[in-house]
């Protein structure tokens, strides 16, 4: 809960207010206000009656329901949901008739049944609806009497009618935001009422703004914040400021993004030295500029990440800041923050220090370019590319070069380079997706990723050595019983999968990964390492990071679009200006477990609409494809039937009925055979399939198995 809203709800506990009367005890800007009040009542911490507003539903308290657990409900099918403990120990099976109408993200309270129908499983019943979640996106449709209604996202065959006055004009297959208007004790007994209109669901950009609305994600800036943002409008560094920097605008300082890059956060330097090399990492100093307790601040933490979509980003900072003078664009002074590191002849880290600089970026460098000139095609013409990197020319072979040392290190270490499918979309004018390519990474894209992640070592072994509260990326050992799982699964795949011990070492996963890379079965190989890993998050405690094999590992590059880089930048910063542990430790101890606990919640929402709006715009492309033949990788086995990924990464569906006329026949996971026809199927086999449907909506898209 946000500062502001602990704030609202203290005053409203007193006695209900009207919004001007909170506007007047609590002296903040009225659209904030208005924003905020509109989103606790949505999530049920408020009501509002004849204009008042006052608290939402209490919670149960363990004297009325002693064997209550405190729940989120997670997912919602027609028949079933899930709720899962808010001490995270586990989900819950709830059957349909023992929903009571519950709704995704409501909190609840559920009894467990003393006698599940499966042995050993959680199944139980919800008591009661402590926190109701009212605000949802939707698909407008019909019921079955032929009454206009509103299915929400990721509940299918449920449906809402619309109360009266409720539809706003909203026509059949449109998408909607909605609210809960009226809640029964059965699904069928809500009402709703369409409260926004985004256009039809055929096209992934409508839906896509349906999924912003449901996941509660503000697309505009707050007053307050965009007139603190409005400071920086055309800025130019302050020159008092620079004096007291060290001035590394002679040196050719550079960087390197995409050709559509405009929040550029990070620029590089590098020098042979006789005995290795000397390379700076500067990363844009949006801790000067975003200051603790401001508007800006506040909204950064609230957002902690900019979230990136298709053709599109919602930004955590405003363009001021983030395209202008927080950006390091070519030819532009600008504040910066600087990691420079000695690195031996081998690549070893030999010493580092952080420190305030004024830097100007020489050349704004492309990946594509970049990669042109360090492997160039025959015949290529390349005067212009040459002509535009002179600056800096001298620094790309020595970047080439220390990059492939660093490669050979982490390699020894057991660095786990796992392959992944990320798309592109081609956009037309009309926002529509006429294609989708796989996204290549060359040598600049791994090389920057390197000198970053150096720099990211060295501010990690800079916040664990000095004892302060800090904001770690930490990846942890995975779970014995998942390593288990994967080890069945890939031996059953014909894989030397044999782990010595319950955890394997990196070095044993990486050879995997290396066996695989290249071969049709890599996809699902590294896919389900993956998926068998923790998930990295943030963590005020340096628990080092499995997948990198580093002992100190944090984000420091990317303050523009990550919160955790921005909350480390700040307390670097007053280490060097000789703030003691203790001090330090005073200011930011609490910071750090916030910050901390933010960032990783919102990670996993931005990824989640990410991944969410790009099976959208994949679903969009392939239905202007129907009934078109392509060949593609089996990625996954299930009883229901296979998934399989196209060379684009569209993965498509195709129902085990379809191709299986007898019962199929699952083997490990890893392959399906119909007993009747002899024909099997298995994880990494080519499969010839036509596009037999797309629905946008739902973000899915069905094949059809082409006997060859």
Known sequence: MTPLQKNVLNAVKRRPMTLRELQNNLQVDNSRLRTTVSAMVATGELTIKNGQYAPGLATFSNEAAPNAIPCTLVKLAARFGFASRDDGTGDIFIPGRALHGAMPQDKILVKLFDRPRVEGSSEGEVLEVTVPNNRFAGTVCLSDDGRLCVEPDGCRDVKFLLAKQGSEGAHLGDKVGFLITHRGERHGDHRAAVVEKFGSSDYASECSKAILYGRNVRQEFPEDVLEEAHAYDNAVIDQAEAAKRLDLRAIPIFTIDSAETKDIDDAI??????????????????????????????????????????????????????????????????????????????????????????????????????????????????????????????????????????????????????????????????????????????????MIEEFMLLANQCAANAGRTNKVPFVYRVHEAPDAEKMEKLSATLLACGLNAKFKNPIPTQLELAALLDETRGQPIQIPVHTGILRSMQKARYAPQPLGHYGLVLADYAHFTSPIRRYPDLAIHRILSELLLGASANQLNADFGEFAQRASEQSSKQEVAAVRIERDVEDLYKAEYMHSRLGEVYMGTVAGITPRGIFVELENTVEGFVPAAQLCKGEPQVIDGVSMLDPLTGRSWMLGTSMKVRVAGADVALGRVDFEYMVE
């Open 269 to 446: 330097s590098l020098q042979k030295l006789a005995d290795g090399y000397e390379l700076g990492v500067h990363i844009a100093d949006v801790s000067h500029y975003v200051r603790p307790g401001s508007a800006l601040d506040t909204e950064a933490f609230e957002r902690a990440t900019s979230i990136y979509y298709a053709d599109k980003v919602i930004p955590m900072l405003p363009t001021q800041l983030s395209n202008g003078i927080c950006s390091l664009n070519q030819g532009e002074e600008r504040l910066a923050f600087s990691c420079l590191m000695r690195l031996d002849e081998q690549g070893n880290i030999s010493s580092y220090k952080f420190v305030k600089t004024v830097i100007c970026s020489r050349v704004k460098g492309v990946y594509k370019e970049i990669n042109a000139l360090l492997a160039p095609e025959e015949g290529a013409d390349l005067s212009e590319l040459q002509a535009k990197y002179a600056p800096v020319a001298d620094q790309l072979p020595v970047m080439d070069e220390l990059y492939r040392k660093r490669m050979e290190l982490r390699k020894k270490r057991g660095g786990m380079d796992i392959e992944s499918t990320e798309a592109k979309f081609i956009m037309d004018e009309n926002g529509r997706c006429i294609d989708i390519v796989k996204r290549e990474r060359g040598t600049s894209e791994c």
